[in-house]
């Protein structure tokens, strides 16, 4: 059977076509952070469309473009357009007559006087001076033309009002012209009557498009398209009129009389006003703007703005993201391209199209209240950056693969993983041919003539050193370590130690232990998530406690004992069971602490303390209780703590001398960010 190939097309919707498929692991590296903080993942992932990536527009950039277009449009325009265009078409046609009156020697010097006379007392209201010059008898060509302009000119604006482009479309209209549109308006508001009788069917709608399509060129494809589209535009042009002055208002209402020289016109329009009304009672008709600027808008160009407006308002609400149930769907990209241009609606696509990888790529998942939540992949993932950030920071350049050839030598863990450049472990065979049978049948193939080896599909089987470690890490939790801007980092360095260990140590026993008011072992999912705690108080003995009994359970393997801490313990547990809490520190909590301390010492834990801070107190107490069991003190910076418990990590569960080859493997990462005491 001969396979086809089959393409498919579809419409092109802007931007770079040969730019990369959207890549998630920005966003899920920010997520993570965010999540870490605090946030629960909904919010996180709102947070990063909201802000964008290093190469992405968010939603607050454009949501920032649109509230500066809106600004700009009421401060560069102002309604009066129309009424100064007429005023000039009014000006002109005057001041013509009089040259005209003056050249005219042939024109009986009473009539003359009568028409200068009315003339030089025509209202100062441009629209009672139309109204006057009703049934004046020009005798200018020029200035009875300019006047005839007024009275087009309204026509065309009014129409324009309703009917977007009818002012171009009728410019130098004739009176056929005027007639159809007349007959159109009739015909219109026939339909609208009869339709909110409920007695208009689809044939009628058809009919209708048939005879008038042409003032239609959107072409609504039912009458509730149609009235979609009108409702929109006379609900904009309403908005537009209680906008105004009332002065402004009352010179239209006037000039409207004279439209196209007849009041049929005004009657149309005033009577399908009137039936949009009663059919699209949801559209904003009373809602007003204040125009500032300078730039005078017509009537139906006014009409636009106040549309570009409503248009603005809802992208706004749209981009804002705030109410429940907000999705990226809601977005209209058709009409962000219109207001903002094309590359907008490339970058909102683009960002609907990274939430929707987000769901579906299995980093996030619903739980059984609804919330989304992390998936163990994305922990994964998460992890993974972590860690190939720690080991950058170790290794001091990039490429150096410490973390990978670290247990290389021992025996297999009986997992493997897929290849990459530098690996030095055997191939996986088995794994390595069914990789390469099942790409083969997802790609159409048939294995059995054969299978090609390709690179993605090799696996190499992992190996972990002889030597188990029994890992406990204790992670201070006490309010300060939020206060002071150390709980991400705390987790950061959690998730990238836990990553280490499953993936490459998978035989080593790790227990996070979380110790504030009093301690509590968490799995990775909980401390990631976990809160800030604003409860005071540092219980390291009940964390010791809880990482002896882990040590205990696991008597083969060698006791790793990692501290993150940034004060002296000021609570203990009683032996009822009770918290005791005292600040500055009791020594019965100190005592209880060293008691604690040194049993850990007896399992043989190799220990360090990871110091956050310069406090004084805190460093002395660290110092003697380093020394007392032959450990380690690191002072890390923050963006070095995740590297520094990683490399101690490494360096105890060699085996080796707690110091020396720690020291060799990352003496000059040591020495440029942190310093030894124990010695």
Request: hydrophobic fraction near 35%; include cysteine; proline fraction near 3%.
């Amino acid at each position: 059977m001969t396979r086809r190939n089959v393409s498919r097309f579809r419409r092109y919707a802007g931007g770079d076509p040969l730019a990369p498929p959207v890549d998630i692991a920005e966003a899920l590296d920010a997520i993570g952070q965010d999540v870490m903080a605090g946030y629960s993942p909904e919010r996180a992932m709102r947070e990063f469309l909201r802000r964008g990536g290093e190469n992405q527009q968010g939603l607050d950039d454009l949501a920032r473009r649109v509230a500066e277009k809106r600004r700009d449009l009421l401060q560069r325009n102002n309604l009066d357009g129309t009424l100064q265009e007429v005023k000039e078409l009014l000006d002109h046609a005057v001041l013509e007559e009089r040259k005209q009156l003056a050249r005219d020697a042939m024109m009986d010097d009473a009539e003359r006087a009568f028409s200068e006379m009315r003339l030089e007392n025509l209202p100062d209201s441009t629209s009672a001076a139309v109204s006057e010059l009703a049934d004046y008898q020009w005798q200018s060509r020029e200035a009875r033309e300019d006047y005839e302009k007024i009275k087009d000119l309204l026509g065309r604006e009014l129409l324009d009002q309703r009917f977007a482009g009818m002012k171009d479309a009728l410019e130098n209209a004739t009176d056929e012209d005027r007639a159809a549109v007349n007959e159109m308006l009739q015909d219109l508001n026939t339909l609208l009557e009869k339709h909110h009788r409920a007695e208009d069917t689809q044939q009628d709608f058809q009919d209708f498009m048939d005879k008038h399509g042409d003032f239609f060129p959107e072409r609504p494809q039912d009458i509730d398209e149609l009235l979609d589209a009108l409702a929109q535009r006379a609900a904009a042009a309403q908005r537009m009129r209680n906008s105004m002055t009332q002065e402004q208002r009352d010179e239209l209402d006037s000039l409207a009389a004279q439209a196209f020289g007849s009041p049929e016109l005004m009657d149309s329009l005033s009577q399908l006003d009137a039936n949009l009304q009663a059919l699209r009672p949801g559209e904003d008709w009373g809602g007003s703007e204040r125009f500032d600027g300078e730039q005078g808008l017509g009537l139906g160009d006014g009409t636009g703005v106040l549309q570009d407006l409503a248009d603005l308002d809802a992208l706004s609400d749209q981009l804002s993201q705030s109410y429940g149930g907000a999705r990226m769907d809601d977005v209209d990209l058709d009409k962000l391209a219109r207001q903002l241009g094309d590359q907008a609606a490339v970058d909102a696509r683009t960002l609907k199209e990274l939430e929707q990888a987000l769901r579906d790529s299995g980093t996030l998942r619903r739980d059984s209240s609804g919330q989304l939540k992390l998936t163990p992949k994305a922990m994964r993932q998460l992890g993974k950056a972590l860690l190939k950030d720690v080991a950058d920071k170790m290794s001091g350049r990039q490429g150096q693969r410490d973390l990978r050839q670290a247990g290389a030598a021992g025996d297999r863990s009986g997992g493997t993983r897929e290849w990459a450049f530098g690996d030095t472990e055997p191939w996986d065979v088995t794994r390595t041919i069914t990789n390469a049978v099942q790409r083969t049948v997802a790609e159409g193939g048939d294995p059995r003539g054969g299978v090609r080896l390709e690179i993605g599909d090799v696996e190499v089987t992992e190996t972990e050193a002889r030597t188990q470690a029994c890992v406990a890490l204790l992670v201070d939790t006490s309010f300060s370590m939020a206060m002071d801007g150390r709980w991400v980092p705390m987790k950061r360095t959690a998730l990238a130690l836990h990553t280490l260990i499953k993936s490459r140590f998978r035989g080593d026993a790790l227990q996070m232990i979380a110790f504030g008011r009093h301690a509590q072992v968490m799995d990775i999912e909980e401390l990631t998530a976990l809160d800030a705690m604003w409860d005071k108080g540092t219980n390291l003995h009940h964390a010791l406690l809880l990482a002896n009994r882990h040590f205990r359970k696991h008597p083969n393997a060698q006791p790793v004992l990692l501290i993150v801490t940034d004060g002296e313990p000021t609570s203990h547990l009683e032996p009822d069971g009770e918290v005791y809490f005292s600040y500055p520190p009791h020594p019965m909590t100190v005592a209880y602490a060293v008691r604690e301390l040194d049993n850990s010492s007896r399992l043989g834990a190799q220990t360090t303390f990871f110091r956050l801070g310069e406090d004084p107190g805190l460093a002395r107490f660290i110092d003697s209780m380093a020394k007392r069991v032959d450990g380690r003190v690191v002072a890390p910076e923050l963006d070095d703590l995740g590297a520094a418990v990683v490399g101690s990590y490494l360096g105890s569960r060699d085996g080796s001398s707690p110091m020396g080859d720690v020291r060799s493997a990352y003496g000059d990462w040591f020495g440029g960010r942190g310093f030894w005491v124990g010695d």
